[in-house]
């Protein structure tokens, strides 16, 4: 006879512990390091911490090994985390001119104050496969020169000399930093809060999003006019004290794009900015935000809002990487309740229109006869 | 990092409860209305009940007793990955006896039992807006709220009478509360809708990916949305439940075998199971019996 189905409960748990040997993998090998991840995964690290938001290689690191290299439930492990830790408070902005930088390119200018500083780039390299990587070969030395510890000047900041770039991006005086882990969303947002949410949005997504607008989706006529990777302080204002102390250096990576704008009912001709800031190293994602970015302000600067990358709702309301997959995939949960629902509802819609057809068929026959 | 599994009463810090429970007070000073809350990530992933947990988490005390269910079942393996989670984080008693339970959370059923005064039913609540796939801008679809603008929900479902000659709408069926707010009774058969009117169980929503709770206060009215010459009905089934003989409940199709062998059972498991103890007995049991 029938059995309901049982035993959710042993099969969730002997499916976990086939998870756990999968994960570990053949025994007589090594296990894979929490510092290896960090040292030589590091780029793998750098994207979950960005879209975890949460600064922390080691936690970062653990969760790559933990989900396998799976890097959505990697992300997904470190939010679920980051989500329980109280709020201290807030840091005061980064100042990205004082960067201890470690690479900056702008393709706006040949040679510029600070210089133009390559740093460690997969850019110019050939894409061969290097067999040496398959043994333990030693590797040079880097060569590298003291830093010069001055301020690094801001490609946006040259232009403004001109008055040609609009000037950096203002909210009123009353206005909150918002939250986007604090509050609920609310469209239309302001910029504080859609950066957020692009900072911590999914890279593809935004690259994908971002390539669209240079297809003519959204053109946006841009420019990059400088990447800079490098370490900043982070400080937060200690009410007790008065005054902002040092939590430490963290490593960002900046993209300011500077976008052609012919001028509009709101603005004058000049050139406007996308803004991309996003933890670790991350040249992609950062570009492909400030992309995104400038294309969503289309609102504000009276362009025409007609491509998808230019629609808040539609971007924002998708750009969660943690919230995609899980929508995505909870599809695979039992939905026979509902499917019963409409089981029933198609054989009976069959049922009338086969009585429906036969009737027709019948009324035919006579008409013949 | 080996502070790392330390967690709070029932996973989240209370701060968050706070501003959860204010967000649920407000969704039932406003039956029907959803409430924005700022949803957290949850260990679980989006879509996978992570509103309701963070609703149960934020009401439950330490002398709760918790059932969770999907599809009417206490054993499929969601509803017993949730309760499992609540053991661990809260340490609170479970079971699998509606009669038993102070909270219950649930996807994609209401329990055929009456539910009482002193419980909570949380429903789990993939898309909270009923107006979502006629309208897919939140911008919009607050504003349709806000005009109490619900023409294009009957135009909908008057489309469905001139097209197939019946409303096609099986589950999610749209209801109206306390005669003012469009709700979506989340993604339960209409089958349900009736269970949901006049209850005197406090009924609460929780959309954890759309960031919403909503609610409906015991005894509020709760009425699906439909036309004099074409009134609301329910699923019918044409069999009684093959092990409990239950007539009037919803019940889930068993496929037997590959030659098209097939049989109706509850859906809601504990029900069932509560029928045979008492000495129910449906046609496929009494069949095996006489064998």
């Known amino acids: 006879m029938y059995v309901a189905v049982k035993g959710g409960e042993a099969a969730i748990s002997n499916a976990h512990r086939l998870l756990a040997d999968r994960r570990r993998g053949d025994r007589s090998l090594p296990a894979i390091g929490i510092d290896q991840i960090v040292a030589q995964l590091t780029l793998a690290v750098d994207r979950v911490m960005a879209e975890a938001s949460l600064y922390d290689r080691a936690l970062a690191a653990l969760a790559v090994r933990q989900s396998r290299g799976d890097m959505i439930e990697a992300i997904f492990l470190l939010r679920a985390y980051r989500t329980t830790l109280p709020r201290f408070g807030y840091s005061r902005p980064l100042d990205t001119a004082a960067m201890k930088i470690e690479r900056r390119v702008s ?24 067999p040496s990587l398959l043994t333990d070969a030693p590797v040079e030395e880097a060569m590298l020169r003291p830093a010069e510890g001055e301020r690094v000047m801001r490609v946006s900041e040259i232009l403004a000399e001109e008055g040609l770039i609009e000037g950096d991006g203002e909210l009123p005086l009353d206005h909150e930093i918002g939250d986007l882990t604090r509050e609920p969303m609310e469209f239309p947002m302001a910029r504080d809060l859609r950066l957020q949410a692009l900072a911590r949005g999914d890279e593809g997504f935004l690259l994908a999003l971002g390539y669209s607008t240079q297809r003519g989706y959204g053109r946006s006529h841009p420019f990059t006019g400088e990447i800079r990777i490098g370490e900043v302080e982070v400080e937060l204002d200690v009410a007790e004290l008065g005054f902002a102390v040092s939590l430490g250096p963290i490593q960002v ?5 500077v976008n052609q704008f012919k001028g509009s009912a709101k603005a004058p001709p000049q050139f406007t900015r996308g803004y991309g800031l996003v933890f670790g190293q991350s040249e992609r994602k950062a570009m492909s935000m400030s992309l995104v970015d400038r294309a969503l302000r289309a609102g504000e600067l009276g362009e025409d809002i007609t491509a998808p990358a230019q629609d808040e709702e539609f971007v924002i309301s998708h750009s969660d990487s943690v919230q995609s997959t899980g929508f995505v995939e909870h599809l695979k949960l039992p939905h026979y309740v509902d499917f019963q629902a409409e089981l029933d509802l198609v054989r009976r819609m069959r049922r009338d229109y086969e009585a429906g057809r036969d009737a027709g068929n019948d009324a035919i026959t006579e008409a013949a006869e | 990092m080996s502070e790392l599994a330390t967690y709070n009463f029932a996973y989240l810090d209370e701060q968050t409860k706070r501003m959860i429970r204010r967000a649920i007070l407000k969704a039932i000073a406003i039956p029907g209305y959803q409430v924005p809350f ?34 009417g079942a206490d054993d499929t393996t969601n509803a017993v990955s949730i309760r499992a989670f609540f053991q661990k984080v809260a340490n609170v008693a479970v079971t699998t006896h509606t009669a038993d339970a102070t909270i219950i959370q649930t996807r994609h059923r209401i329990p055929e039992a009456k539910l009482k005064e002193n419980q909570v039913l949380v429903y789990q609540v993939p898309i909270p807006e009923p107006l979502r796939f006629l309208e897919p801008r939140e911008t919009e679809t607050r504003k ?32 109206k509360v306390a005669g003012r707010y469009v709700m979506d009774p989340s993604p339960t058969p209409k089958f349900d809708n009736p269970k949901m009117h006049l209850s005197d169980a406090l009924q609460l929503f929780g959309a954890g990916r759309e960031k919403r709770i909503y609610a409906v206060p015991p005894y509020t009215e709760v ?69």
């Not at chain 2, 992570?50 to 002398?63: E, M, S």
């Not at chain 2, 909908?156 to 749209?174: C, F, Q, S, V």
């Open chain 1, 107 to 130: 393709a706006t200018y040949k040679d510029l104050p600070g210089g133009q500083l390559l740093g460690p780039t997969f850019d110019y390299t050939h894409r061969l496969l290097d």
């Open chain 2, 223 to 291: 009425v699906s949305l439909d036309f004099e010459d074409h009134p609301f009905e329910v699923q019918r089934f044409d069999k009684p439940c093959a092990l409990c003989g239950a007539e009037e409940v919803y019940l889930d199709e068993v496929i037997l075998d590959d030659k098209g062998g097939r049989m109706f059972v509850c859906s809601d498991t504990d029900h069932c199971e509560d029928r045979r103890a008492h000495g129910h007995v449906g046609a496929m049991l009494a069949t095996e019996a006489a064998e």
């Open chain 2, 144 to 175: 349709m709220h806000a005009l109490e603008e619900y023409g294009l929900m009957h135009v909908k479902l008057y489309e469905d009478i001139a097209r197939n000659g019946r409303i096609a709408t099986t589950y999610a069926y749209p209801v």
């Open chain 1, 253 to 257: 990576t900046e993209c300011q794009m």
């Open chain 2, 38 to 71: 700022a949803s957290r990530e949850m260990p679980m992933p989006y879509g996978w009940g992570t509103g309701g947990v963070q609703i149960t988490a934020a009401i439950i005390g330490p002398k709760d007793v918790l059932k969770v269910i999907d599809q």
